[in-house]
T-cell receptor, first 114, second 111 residues
Framework: GAVVSQHPSWVICKSGTSVKIECRSL??????MFWYRQFPKQSLMLMAT?????????EQGVEKDKFLINHASLTLSTLTVTSAHPEDSSFYIC??????????FGQGTRLTVV | GESVGLHLPTLSVQEGDNSIINCAYSNSASDYFIWYKQESGKGPQFIIDIRSNMDKRQGQRVTVLLNKTVKHLSLQIAATQPGDSAVYFCAERAAGNKLTFGGGTRVLVKP
């Protein structure tokens, strides 16, 4: 299957700082990328849908000014957690889709805010 | 909104036995369903999918059954192996091409 790579795999940051997470589709061009958040022992919760060249569509309850998404090219989307706080600590996962309904997931990024 | 933290339901199965994981979905308009496997600290891995115009699909050691009447999806794993230990999620696609994930089931394979 197609490969989606996330970077970094884990990051620790100080409260109040911003963190950028990258999601790349390595062997295909992704028309749509999705960002999810997952708390321990819980399911994946969709945060936003990102289409190349247009603004992301955020799910209800997700602050767009806090979670900035940029989909600059067909192979790269970034999620920036601005002014991070300990409650933002979570596992963030992206997925990418080319055209088929199947979505391929990155390996996830563990964010810890201290 | 986000669910309150709960322990995942766990299915303990003896190595070599068959596993059946169940999932109830909510949206009768969903037209596509996927099963994912997630190992600790990793992203979900695609296992098998099925469209709403089918009721059964088989892969290698896995079978997905879809019952649209009762909005139920199941994943059967034949001859379960230690490497099958993971959390399994079903996902449904409805409007907007978005996937909605179920709560997940942890499978523990006992040697």
């Amino acid at each position: 299957g197609a490969v989606v790579s996330q970077h970094p795999s884990w990051v620790i940051c100080k409260s109040g700082t911003s963190v950028k997470i990258e999601c790349r589709s390595l062997d295909f061009q992704a028309t749509t990328m999705f960002w999810y958040r997952q708390f321990p022992k819980q399911s994946l919760m969709l945060m936003a849908t990102s289409n190349e060249g247009s603004k992301a569509t955020y799910e209800q309850g997700v602050e767009k000014d806090k979670f900035l998404i940029n989909h600059a090219s067909l192979t790269l989307s970034t999620l920036t957690v601005t002014s991070a706080h300990p409650e933002d600590s979570s596992f963030y996962i992206c997925s990418a889709r080319q055209g088929s309904p199947e979505a391929f997931f990155g390996q996830g990024t563990r964010l810890t805010v201290v | 909104g986000e669910s309150v933290g709960l322990h995942l339901p766990t299915l303990s199965v003896q190595e070599g036995d068959n596993s059946i994981i169940n999932c109830a979905y909510s949206n009768s308009a969903s037209d596509y369903f996927i099963w994912y496997k997630q190992e600790s600290g990793k992203g979900p891995q695609f296992i098998i999918d099925i469209r709403s115009n089918m009721d059964k699909r088989q892969g290698q050691r896995v079978t997905v059954l879809l019952n649209k009447t009762v909005k139920h999806l199941s994943l059967q794993i034949a001859a379960t192996q230690p490497g099958d230990s993971a959390v399994y999620f079903c996902a449904e696609r409805a409007a907007g091409n978005k996937l909605t994930f179920g709560g997940g089931t942890r499978v523990l394979v006992k040697p």
